[in-house]
């Protein structure tokens, strides 16, 4: 099964932006630079509020 993509509130400004699940590098807030996201090597440790998940079909 595909991985999926999150809607992701940033903790620090609340932008919402959509990210890979398994992003593999540091993942930043377009508007504050936060990070939103850190890659592990398999699922990404997401920093902000998951609001959504879109699959794939």
Request: charged letters at 25%.
């Amino acid at each position: 099964m595909a991985s999926p993509f999150y809607k992701v509130r940033c903790k620090d400004c609340g932008n919402q932006q959509i990210i890979f699940s398994k992003a593999s590098t540091k993942v930043l807030c377009h508007i504050c630079g936060s990070v939103l996201a850190e890659p592990t090597g398999g699922k990404a440790k997401i920093k902000g509020e998951i609001l959504e998940e879109y699959r794939h079909a």
